[in-house]
């Protein structure tokens, strides 16, 4: 079946432009996280869905990041005025258990930000 | 704050031998230990996952040794194979939010 999936695989902007970027779940899972894979910082956690809760947004790293999701499914990240620190892959994950099980997650390809 | 510890940055085994990453953890407020394998150009993928009242868990070549006591867990890849040359991550999760270790990359040599 389909994974989770993710565009633009790759995107390059210019400092200070706003960037969005795409996540599609696997079809039925409930929960959807946002990650941030770069050099020197590892896998960090930025947000997370659940259902219709209230989404922890506790890893956010700053205001310029917001995250949403669309009837319970599409999620988009956005990064307002991106700064040369926010290159990086951003990986999106979906999962069908928001209880004990929520650790078993799909991981996408992840979108490769550049800023230049 | 880096709640989970990972080690070693690198790790080279030759094939049929024993591949062994550690990590360690701060908070006591975890409720699943999972492992991650990334491939170059693709997402994590859940590899283990072991729940911290049991003390061990095998899959397959696969096996986690978990310390509650020390808040030490590792990965053991047994018969290590050059398909398992990827890079692993240990995690913690706390209500579905998943601290990672800074990875492992892992090279078996032919």
């Known amino acids: 079946g389909a994974g989770v999936s993710q565009s633009p695989s790759n995107k390059v902007t210019e400092k200070g432009k706003d960037v969005e970027l795409r996540c599609d779940p696997i079809s039925g899972h409930t929960a959807l996280y946002w990650y941030r894979q770069s050099l020197g910082q590892g896998l960090e956690f930025l947000i997370y869905?659940?259902?219709?809760?209230?989404?922890?947004k506790s890893g956010l790293p700053s205001d310029r990041f917001s995250a949403e999701r669309t009837g319970g499914s599409v999620s988009t990240l956005t990064i307002q005025r991106t700064q040369q620190e926010d290159s990086a892959v951003y990986l999106c994950a979906s999962s069908p258990d928001s209880g004990a099980k929520s650790y078993e997650q799909y991981f996408g390809p992840g979108t490769r930000l550049t800023v230049t | 704050q880096q709640q989970v510890k990972q080690s070693p940055q690198s790790l080279i085994v030759q094939k049929g031998g024993i591949s062994i990453i550690n990590c360690a953890y701060e908070n006591t407020a975890f409720d699943y230990f999972p492992w991650y394998q990334q491939f170059p150009g693709k997402g994590p993928a859940l590899l283990i996952a072991i729940r911290p009242d049991v003390s061990e868990k095998k899959e397959g070549r696969f096996t986690i040794s978990f310390n509650k006591s020390a808040k030490q867990f590792s990965l053991h890849i047994m018969d290590s194979q050059p398909g398992d040359s990827a890079t692993y991550f240990c995690a913690a999760s706390r209500r579905g939010k998943l601290i990672f270790g800074q990875g492992t990359e892992l090279s078996v040599k032919p």
């Open positions: 869905f659940q259902g219709n809760s209230a989404p922890d």
